[in-house]
């Protein structure tokens, strides 16, 4: 007789695995979303309006990214984090208060993608060997996408 697999053809303790590494990445989103959101906020100087464009762009994709992990924890048959004590415990990356500077806001900016680009490699890596092609197709799209922002902020601070 074959293992036992939940819905969706994941064997349950693959699935548990998948689920809480995705929920390390929901607290580091949650984070980087409210960093992101007070930069947002509190951004002065010179390339204010450039700046308060892309962080607000940035910011949006953020909360569409912790709504399609959340969901994608769901799928898998678990339970995704929703306090911000578990956030705060599990993200991996520090709280930002009080940056106003442009500069230093994109330097924050770059340190959580390359923190969230390290988690979403090891989920792809976890999602190849169980056989999870919808994580796997999620992470990869979210990586293409922020090593061209990773690209692009980079070359914002020359």
């Known amino acids: 007789m074959g293992k036992k697999l939940n819905a969706i053809g994941i064997e349950p303790k693959s699935a548990r695995k998948l689920a809480q590494q995705l929920n390390d990445l929901l607290a580091a989103y949650q984070v980087f979303y409210m960093n992101v959101r007070g930069f ?8 204010f309006f450039e700046l308060h464009l892309k962080f607000e762009e940035l910011y949006n ?7 399609e992990v959340a969901e ?6 678990e339970t995704p984090f929703h306090t911000y004590t578990d956030y705060l415990k599990k993200a991996g990356i ?15 900016i770059l340190k959580m993608l390359s923190h969230v680009l390290e988690l979403q490699r090891e989920i792809l890596k976890t999602s190849a060997e ?8 999620l992470m990869s799209d979210y990586i293409r996408a922020q090593e061209k922002l990773v690209w692009m902020y980079s070359a914002y601070l020359g």
């Open 94 to 108: 520090p709280e930002t208060p009080s940056v106003s500077d442009g500069r230093e806001a994109v330097e924050h």
């Open 61 to 67: 994709d953020l909360l569409m990214k912790i709504d």
């Open 72 to 77: 994608r924890i769901l799928t898998l048959g």
């Open 40 to 47: 947002h906020w509190n951004i002065r100087g010179d390339k």
């Open 130 to 137: 169980v056989g999870d092609e919808g994580t796997n197709a």
